[in-house]
C-alpha cells in the first residue's frame, strides 16, 4: 500500500484529503499541530485502522518536527509515496498595516516549511526511484490581489518552485505537483492573521472586504472538486504541473495558466528531458 504524509490536517481541505487518500487505499499519515484536537472523523478512523492510518503531530514551521516526521514515516511504515504540502495560513491586511514577522510567519508556514519538507522526502523517494509531492498552492498564486500581498506573493513563490523543482526530479520518478484551489468554505478566514485597517486604509479595505467576504460567502463548501484534484495529481500517469479546482470562479485564470506552460517546456527542453 502507498504511504501519503499530509500536513494540515485539523481542518478544510487536509480533513478531507486524509479521508479520501484512506479510502483509496493509501496508508495515511495525517499531521496537525494539535493531534488531541483533531477533527472527531480522523479520531474515529485512526481508532478503527491503526495500520493504516496515524494521526501525528507537525508544525511545518518546526526544523526538528519536519525531520522527526519524515523518518517516522520511513520507518513506521518503510517508505514514503506521497507527500501533500497542504497546510498554509491566510491573511487580509494593507502591506503598511502588515509587520515584516507577519510576513515571515506567512513564509515559513506555506513556503519553507513545505519546502524542507520537500528537500526532506526527496532522498527517500529517489532511492524508491519513485514518489509524487503535491504543493497546495492556490489562485492567489497567479491573480494579484490587494491586501493579501503576502499570501499571494508565498503562494506565487510555491507555485514557480514547484514548477522548476518538477523539471529536476522527474528523471528520478518523483514529480513535484501544484494542486491549485480557488475559493471553498473551509476554516481558512477564522484562522487567517488578518490586521486591522488604519485610517489611510479605510476606504480601500472596506471596499475590498466587502468583495472577499462576498467570495466567501459564496465559496463553495463541498471539497470534493479539490479531493479529486489532489487524486489525480497524485495517480495520474502522465500528470500537469496544475491540477486546478473550484477555479471557474475566476475565468482570466485558463488563459494565464495556458500562457505559463510553455515555460515548462523550455525549462524541461534545457534539461534535455521531453
Ligand atoms: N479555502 C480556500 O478557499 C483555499 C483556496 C486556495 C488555497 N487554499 C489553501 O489550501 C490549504 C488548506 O487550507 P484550508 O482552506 O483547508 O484552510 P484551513 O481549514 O484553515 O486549513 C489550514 C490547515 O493548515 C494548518 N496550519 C496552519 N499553520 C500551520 C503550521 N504552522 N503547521 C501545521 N499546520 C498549520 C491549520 O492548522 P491549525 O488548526 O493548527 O491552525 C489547518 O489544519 C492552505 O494551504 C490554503 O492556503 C485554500
Known sequence: MPVALITGCSSGF?????????????????TMRKPAAAPPSLKALAAAKPDDFVLAALDVTDAEMRKGIIDFAVQRFGSLDLLINN????????????????????????????????????????????GRILNVTSVAAVLKTPLMAAYCASKHALDTATAALDIETRSFGVRVLCVMPGPFKTSLPQKSLDRQASAPYARIAAHFNATFDGMEAKAPSDLTPVVNAALAAATDADPVLRYTAGTD?????????????????????LTGQD
Open 249 to 269: 470562479v475566476v475565468p482570466i485564470l485558463p488563459p494565464i495558466l495556458q500562457a505559463l506552460a510553455p515555460l515548462q517546456a523550455i525549462g524541461l527542453r
Open 14 to 30: 487536509g480533513e478531507a484529503l486524509a479521508l479520501a487518500f484512506v479510502e483509496r487505499g493509501y496508508r495515511v499519515i495525517a
Open 87 to 130: 497546510a498554509g495560513v491566510g491573511a487580509r491586511g494593507s502591506f503598511e498595516d502588515t509587520p515584516e514577522s507577519q510576513w515571515r510567519t506567512m513564509f515559513e508556514t506555506n513556503l519553507f516549511g513545505p519546502l524542507d519538507l520537500v528537500r526532506l522526502a526527496l532522498p527517500v523517494m529517489r532511492r524508491q526511484g519513485a
